[in-house]
């Protein structure tokens, strides 16, 4: 079945960087796009982007430009969300989104990671 | 940007009755290529989100009839027949018509 399981939980401070993975089973890592998701403590869910997993070609929303990275290891099945110089605000836990195209919909979700920015 | 507003933060509910979720988007969530890409979730309590309904009424694999979707253009609802304790969580709408992709911001269907 498919599956997405995500890099466990990381304590960064202010100013590093932090890369989250997310790795795809039960189904072929370069048919569908893989989105990612932030969610505050507490807060929403925000759409953050994705990355088209044949091209390797990413798409940021405007609040996601810059400090983020989607990035692939095709050949490991895994997508990877890498954040630099974090903020306190980056503290979330970041979902992956599998954007199956027979639903045209996150069918499939990571459990998420937990990113905590304190100094 | 679109924007999808879903009025109710909270929806309290008793057990076994109806309940309700409006979603409305800022445009037509209508694509060039005539469908609707306007889905709902649900988030438990320390859960991932879990798709419920996706082009605006398609239910999911899976998941009880009691579930519902509804509407078009730029007006959309959730209904659930006759709530059940694992209903229980905050429900999301999300329209994937037009880039970049929106989330509504969510509404708690809780106990009255």
């Known amino acids: 079945q498919i599956q997405l399981v995500q890099s466990g939980p990381e304590l960064k401070k202010p100013g590093e960087s932090v890369k989250i993975s997310c790795k795809a089973s039960g189904y072929t890592f370069t048919d569908y796009a893989m989105h990612w998701v932030k969610q505050a403590p507490g807060k929403g869910l925000k759409w953050m982007g994705w990355?088209?997993?044949?091209?390797?070609?990413?798409t940021y929303a405007d609040d996601f430009k810059g400090r983020f990275v989607f990035s692939l290891e095709a050949s490991a099945s895994t997508a990877n969300l890498q954040i630099s110089n974090l903020k306190n605000e980056d503290t979330a836990t970041y979902f992956c989104?599998?954007?199956?195209?027979?639903?045209?919909?996150?069918?499939?979700w990571g459990q998420g990671t937990l990113v905590t920015v304190s100094s | 940007d679109v924007v999808l507003t879903q009025t109710l933060v909270a929806q309290p509910v008793r057990l076994g009755d109806q309940a309700s979720i409006s979603c409305r988007s800022s445009q037509s969530l209508v694509h060039s290529d005539g469908h609707t890409y306007l889905e709902w979730y649900l988030q438990k309590p320390g859960q991932s989100p879990q798709l419920l309904i996706y082009?605006?009424?398609n239910r999911f694999s899976g998941v009880p009839n009691r579930f519902s979707g509804s509407g078009s253009g730029s007006d959309f609802t959730l209904k659930i027949s006759r709530v059940e304790p694992e209903d229980l969580g905050v429900y999301y709408c999300f329209e994937g018509t037009h880039d970049p992709f929106t989330f509504g911001s969510g509404t708690k269907l809780e106990i009255k």
């Open positions: 082009e605006v009424s």
């Open positions: 990355i088209n997993t044949y091209t390797g070609k990413p």
């Open positions: 989104a599998y954007y199956d195209g027979t639903y045209y919909a996150f069918a499939y």
